[in-house]
C-alpha cells in the first residue's frame, strides 16, 4: 500500500508551526508496512488543496490530508478534498447527530462545522469538535496534534501491508570510506541501506525479511569501526 501525506497551512509554510503531524502519521504507517511516497504542505488555498488532493489519489493508494478543518475563514480543506473529488460540500447529518448526542447543541456549532464533501463518512473527533471526512481514498483529518491522533486511531485498521523490519550499524568512519562495504552488503543480501551522518554514520538497513536484515547487520557490524571500539 502506497500513501501520500498532505498537510495543509499557511503557518506550517512560515515556518511558525512545526509539522509534527507528517512525522508522527509516516511513522504509524511504516510500522503498519506502509510505504509513503509523497509528504506535500500546501497553503491554505482551495485551488491548492484541490490540485494536489487530485493528482494524489490518482497515483497512490490513498491520500491522508491534515489541517485546515473547521468552521472559521481560512478552513478551506474540506472545499478543497470536495473540488478535488468532483463534491459539494454540505450539511452532514450524522456528523451533527454524533455531535449533538455528545452535549453538543446545534445551536452552539459554529457555521460550517459539520459541513462535509457530499457523500463522505465522517470521521467523529474524540478529541475536539470538527469532523475529519473519508471518501474514495482520502481521509481528512483535523491540524491539531491531539485531534490528528485520536482520529487516526479509529481509521488504522484501513492500513495495511508488508511489515518492514530495520537492524541499525553505527560506523565511527567517514561515510565516504564506508562505500564499498555498502556495496557488499546490498550485493550479499536482498536489503536496502541507507547511510545516515552525524557524529558517527549511522547505517538503517531494511527489508522484508527479519532473518535477512538480521544477517546482514551481523555481518556489516564485523567490518566496520564501531564508536565503541578500542583504539
Known amino acids: 500500500?502506497?500513501?501520500?501525506?498532505?498537510t495543509v497551512?499557511?503557518?506550517?509554510l512560515a515556518g511558525r508551526t512545526t509539522d509534527t503531524n507528517a512525522t508522527w502519521l509516516c511513522e504509524q504507517l511504516d510500522d503498519r508496512g506502509v510505504t509513503v511516497e509523497r509528504v506535500t504542505t500546501v497553503p491554505d488555498r482551495v485551488g491548492d488543496i484541490a490540485r494536489v488532493v487530485n493528482e494524489y489519489r490518482a497515483e497512490y493508494d490513498a491520500v491522508?490530508?491534515?489541517g485546515g478543518l473547521g468552521p472559521t475563514h481560512?478552513?478551506?480543506t474540506m472545499e478543497g478534498v470536495a473540488a478535488a473529488l468532483g463534491?459539494?460540500?454540505?450539511?452532514?447529518?450524522?456528523?451533527?447527530?454524533?455531535?449533538?448526542?455528545?452535549?453538543?447543541a446545534r445551536g452552539d456549532l459554529a457555521s460550517g462545522t459539520t459541513e462535509l464533501p457530499a457523500g463522505a463518512r465522517a470521521l467523529h473527533?474524540?478529541?475536539g469538535v470538527a469532523p475529519g471526512a473519508a471518501l474514495e481514498s482520502v481521509y481528512v483529518l483535523p491540524g491539531v496534534p491531539t485531534e490528528m491522533k485520536a482520529m487516526f486511531e479509529t481509521i488504522a485498521d484501513e492500513f495495511a501491508?508488508?511489515?518492514?523490519?530495520?537492524?541499525?550499524?553505527?560506523?565511527?568512519?567517514?561515510?565516504?570510506?564506508?562505500?564499498?562495504?555498502?556495496?557488499?552488503?546490498?550485493?550479499?543480501?536482498?536489503?536496502?541501506?541507507?547511510?545516515?551522518?552525524g557524529e558517527?554514520?549511522?547505517?538503517?538497513?531494511?527489508?522484508?525479511?527479519?532473518?535477512?536484515?538480521?544477517?546482514?547487520?551481523a555481518w556489516l557490524r564485523e567490518r566496520v569501526d564501531s564508536p565503541n571500539d578500542e583504539r
Open 9 to 12: 497551512g499557511d503557518e506550517l
Open 64 to 66: 491522508i490530508v491534515t
Open 161 to 197: 501491508g508488508t511489515p518492514t523490519y530495520r537492524e541499525t550499524v553505527i560506523a565511527d568512519e567517514p561515510e565516504s570510506a564506508l562505500l564499498d562495504r555498502i556495496a557488499d552488503v546490498r550485493e550479499r543480501f536482498d536489503i536496502a541501506i541507507g547511510s545516515y551522518p
Open 1 to 6: 500500500m502506497k500513501v501520500a501525506v498532505v
Open 200 to 217: 558517527s554514520v549511522r547505517l538503517e538497513l531494511r527489508s522484508t525479511d527479519e532473518t535477512t536484515v538480521e544477517e546482514a547487520a
Open 87 to 104: 463534491r459539494s460540500v454540505e450539511e452532514h447529518d450524522a456528523a451533527l447527530a454524533w455531535l449533538e448526542e455528545n452535549g453538543y
Open 125 to 127: 473527533n474524540e478529541a
Open 74 to 76: 481560512d478552513d478551506l
